[in-house]
C-alpha cells in the first residue's frame, strides 16, 4: 500500500504526459488524416473531384506507410523530425513520430467508412448545384460522423498503444515509466499500475467514443 | 407553347468495364424536345438508358456527344460554377429518396437555399411553405428514417423545390412506394405541375405513372428514343413492339394465341372486337347499337381504361345472329368507335 503511496505522484505525471502524447497525435494525426482519407476519397474513379493521378500518389504513400511496424518508423522518421521538430529524440519527436504513423492509419479509416456513403446522397447535392467542398463540409462529412467517430476511437487505442514506445527514442510517458523502474527494476507493483491505467484510460476512450457515435447516429 | 428542354443528337458511352471490353452506349443518339409546363414521360425496360438520360439533362454526367440545351442556355456547353449555377434552376428526386440522414426534414428541405446563398430568416420561412406544399407542416423537426416512404419522398419533393426550379426530374420517383402511395405522391406531383407550372419529367417503368400524370411521352430501347407522342396515342396506338409490350401491362390487351382459341372454344358465334378512343363514346352506345339491332350479343373480354382522364375501350364480344343484321348493326355505332372481327 505504501509503496503505491510512494510511486503515485509519478503514476499520475505519467500518465499526464501519455495522455498530452495521444491527445496532440490524435489532433495532428486525426487531421493529416482526415484529410488524406477525404482526399483519396473523391479524388477516386467515379469521385466527385476525380483525379487519377493524385488518388495514385496518396494511395501508394498510405499502402507504404501503413504496414511499417511503429517501432521501426519511430527510428527512421528521426532526420525528418530534426527538421521538423528540431530533435530526433524526446517526448516531442515520438508525438511526431506518432502523428505520421496516426495519419496514414487515420487515412484509411476515413476512406473506408466514406466509401460505404450511398452515392444517391453525393448525387441528391450534386444535382442542388452545390460545390464540391461544400458537399465535403456539408453532406460526406456529416453524414458519416458516427462511423468516423467509433475509426477514430479505435484509432486512439492504437495511439495509445504507440505512446508506450516512445521511451526508446528517450520520449516520457506511462509506458517508458513501466518499462524503466517496473520491468528493468523487476517493480511488479509500477508494471501493474500502469497497466492498469491503460486498461482504465482505453475502457473510458471506448465508452466515450461509442457513446458519441451513438448521439450522432440517434440509436 | 415553347421548348423547355432540347436534346439534340445526344449520346452518352460509358468507358468499358474492364480493359479491353465493349464501350457502354448509354444513350445513343437522342433528340427529344419537352415542352414549358408539361409533364413528359419516359419509359422503357430497365437498362434502357432512362436513368442516364435524365443525369444528362441535369449535367451530373457530360453528355460524350450532341448538346442540350434549357430554354436558351447551352447547359451542355457549361463547367464549373456556370454550371452549379444552372443546376439550381433544376431539382431532382429519386427512386431511393436520398434524403441527408444527419438532417431533419427542414434541414433537408432547407439544403439547396443554402447552396444558393438564402438568408436563414428567409431560409425558414421558405422551408415552411414547402413544407406546408407538400402537406408536412408538422414534421419539419423529424429525421428522415422517422418518416414513411411516402412521406420522405414529399420532403425530397419539397427539397427539389425548395430553390425554386422550373424543371423537375424524377427518376423513379414511385417505384419504392407502394400503390396508395403512388397515387397520392403522382397527384403531389400533378399539383407541382399544374399550380407551379413546373415542367416534369418522369423516367418509369411502371405505366400506371405515365398513364396517370404523362401528357407526352418517349419510350427508349437500349438507349435509343423509339417512339414519341401523346401518352393516349401512344397507348391506344402504340407503333413499336416495345411500346406494345408496355401498353399491354395497363390497357387491355386484345385476345390473342390461347387466349382467342379458349373464347372460341366457350363461346358460339362469331367475335368482335370494339375499341373507341374518344370522349364522347361510351359503352352504353355501342350495347344499346347492338340491342336496337336486335342481336344478341356476350361480352366476353376486354374493359376501359383511363388514360390522361380520357376514356379507353377495347370490347370484345361473341355476337350471334344473322350475318346481315350483325354487320348492319356494327356499321351503326357510328363516329370515333372502332369494330374488328377475331377471324
Ligand atoms: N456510370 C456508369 N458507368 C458505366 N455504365 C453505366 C453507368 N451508368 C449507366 N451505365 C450503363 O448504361 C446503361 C443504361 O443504364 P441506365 O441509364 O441506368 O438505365 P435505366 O435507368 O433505363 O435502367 C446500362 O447498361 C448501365 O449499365
Ligand atoms: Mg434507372
Redesign the pocket.
Known amino acids: 500500500m505504501s509503496e503505491i503511496a510512494g510511486i503515485l505522484p509519478d503514476l499520475l505525471e505519467q500518465t499526464g504526459i501519455m495522455l498530452w502524447m495521444v491527445a496532440l497525435s490524435l489532433v495532428l494525426g486525426g487531421v493529416g488524416g482526415l484529410v488524406i482519407g477525404t482526399a483519396l476519397y473523391v479524388t477516386r474513379r467515379g469521385g466527385i473531384l476525380q483525379q487519377g493521378a493524385l488518388w495514385w500518389v496518396l494511395n501508394v504513400l498510405v499502402n507504404t506507410f501503413r504496414p511499417i511496424p511503429f517501432i521501426i518508423l519511430l527510428a527512421a522518421l528521426q532526420p525528418i523530425g530534426r527538421v521538423v521538430v528540431g530533435k530526433g529524440i524526446g517526448t516531442e519527436y515520438a508525438v511526431f513520430a506518432i502523428a505520421i504513423a496516426a495519419t496514414f492509419g487515420i487515412a484509411r479509416i476515413v476512406e473506408q467508412n466514406l466509401v460505404a456513403l450511398p452515392a444517391g446522397v453525393v448525387e441528391a447535392a450534386r444535382a442542388t448545384g452545390a460545390s464540391p467542398w461544400r458537399i465535403i463540409r456539408t453532406v460526406i462529412i456529416p453524414e458519416t460522423l458516427g462511423p468516423l467517430v467509433l475509426g477514430f476511437t479505435f484509432a486512439v487505442i492504437a495511439i495509445v498503444d504507440m505512446s508506450a514506445v516512445a521511451g526508446l527514442v528517450g520520449g516520457e510517458g506511462l509506458g517508458n515509466w513501466a518499462v524503466t523502474y517496473g520491468y528493468r527494476q523487476f517493480d511488479e507493483v509500477v508494471t501493474w499500475s500502469a497497466l492498469i491505467v491503460v486498461v482504465i484510460v482505453v475502457q473510458l476512450i471506448q465508452a466515450l467514443g461509442n457513446a458519441l457515435a451513438r448521439r450522432i447516429m440517434r440509436r | 407553347m415553347a421548348q423547355h428542354i432540347v436534346l439534340d443528337r445526344v449520346s452518352k458511352r460509358?468507358p468499358p468495364a474492364k480493359r479491353g471490353g465493349e464501350e457502354?452506349v448509354?444513350v445513343d443518339d437522342v433528340s427529344l424536345a419537352i415542352e414549358r409546363g408539361e409533364v413528359f414521360g419516359i419509359i422503357?425496360y430497365?437498362?434502357?438508358?432512362?436513368?442516364?438520360?435524365v443525369r444528362l439533362i441535369n449535367q451530373l454526367e457530360p453528355v460524350t456527344s450532341g448538346s442540350i440545351a434549357i430554354g436558351e442556355v447551352p447547359i451542355s456547353e457549361l463547367r464549373g460554377r456556370r454550371l452549379r449555377e444552372q443546376q439550381t434552376g433544376i431539382g431532382m428526386i429519386f427512386q431511393r429518396f436520398n434524403l441527408l440522414t444527419s438532417r431533419t426534414v427542414a434541414g433537408n428541405v432547407a439544403y439547396p437555399l443554402e447552396v444558393t446563398g438564402v438568408a436563414r430568416a428567409e431560409r425558414r420561412r421558405r422551408v415552411a411553405e414547402l413544407l406546408d406544399f407538400v402537406g408536412l407542416a408538422g414534421r419539419a423537426d423529424a429525421y428522415p428514417e422517422q418518416l414513411s416512404g411516402g412521406q420522405q419522398q414529399r420532403v425530397g419533393i419539397a427539397r427539389a423545390l425548395a430553390a425554386s426550379p422550373q424543371i423537375l426530374l424524377a427518376d423513379e420517383a414511385t417505384s419504392a412506394l407502394d400503390p396508395e402511395t403512388t397515387g397520392e405522391v403522382l397527384d403531389l406531383l400533378a399539383r407541382v405541375n399544374r399550380e407551379l407550372g413546373v415542367t416534369i419529367v418522369v423516367i418509369t417503368h411502371e405505366m400506371e405513372v405515365v398513364t396517370r400524370i404523362a401528357d407526352r411521352v418517349a419510350v427508349?430501347e437500349a438507349g435509343r428514343v423509339v417512339e414519341t407522342g401523346t401518352t393516349y396515342d401512344v397507348f391506344t396506338r402504340p407503333q413499336t413492339a416495345v411500346a406494345r409490350r408496355f401498353v399491354q401491362t395497363v390497357v387491355r390487351a386484345l385476345p390473342e394465341g390461347d387466349d382467342l382459341a379458349r373464347l372460341r372454344a366457350k363461346h358460339d358465334g362469331r367475335l368482335f372486337t370494339i375499341s373507341f378512343t374518344d370522349e364522347g363514346v361510351s359503352e352504353a352506345r355501342v350495347f344499346s347499337a347492338l340491342a336496337a339491332a336486335g342481336v344478341d350479343f356476350n361480352l366476353v373480354h376486354g374493359g376501359v381504361d383511363d388514360i390522361q382522364g380520357r376514356v379507353y375501350g377495347l370490347l370484345t364480344i361473341a355476337v350471334r345472329g344473322e350475318a346481315d343484321a350483325v354487320d348492319r348493326a356494327l356499321d351503326g355505332i357510328g363516329e370515333g368507335v372502332t369494330v374488328e372481327e377475331q377471324r
Open positions: 460509358f457502354i448509354a422503357g430497365s437498362g434502357a438508358g432512362k436513368s442516364t438520360l427508349m
